[in-house]
């Protein structure tokens, strides 16, 4: 006796159906994560710091301005070690609040854990308002 051949062509059958059904959703999800990827990707802004403020230290939208011997310099906020928002000085440190980290107003690491410097922004002062421009990402 023979066997009946039908069975193998369900299985087939089935089993192409069920490919299908993995692989539908595919471009979906795909799609969803480039438009999720857009969305958190790190987008260059202006910051703008008014001209009146003569603090030592600003912090400002995820930027730090320093201004000390004359010379005003621009840092991303972010802690070099895990990235938390340094938003707080100490006797002329910047101290990142997650795990302690020192910097001192030129950027440099006073006391870690960070190893690496904070990261300098380029700016410029608005040659009509004075207003003090960062360039952040």
Known sequence: ???????????????WAAGLLLVAPLPAAVGSMVDRFLAVRVRPRRVVIPPDLQNTVTFADGVIVTRE??????????????????????VDLLVCPCHGSRFHLDGTVA???AVRPLEPLAHE????????IVHAT
Not at 1 to 15: G, K, N
Not at 125 to 132: M, R, V
């Open 111 to 113: 006391a870690g854990p």
């Open 1 to 15: 006796m023979t066997p009946d051949p039908a069975p193998s062509v369900a299985r087939r059958a089935f089993l």
């Open 69 to 90: 011997d004359g010379q005003v310099r621009a840092f991303s906020a972010r802690c070099t070690h895990l990235g938390c928002l340094i938003d707080r000085t100490a």
């Open 125 to 132: 002062i608005d040659p009509k308002t004075g207003a003090l």
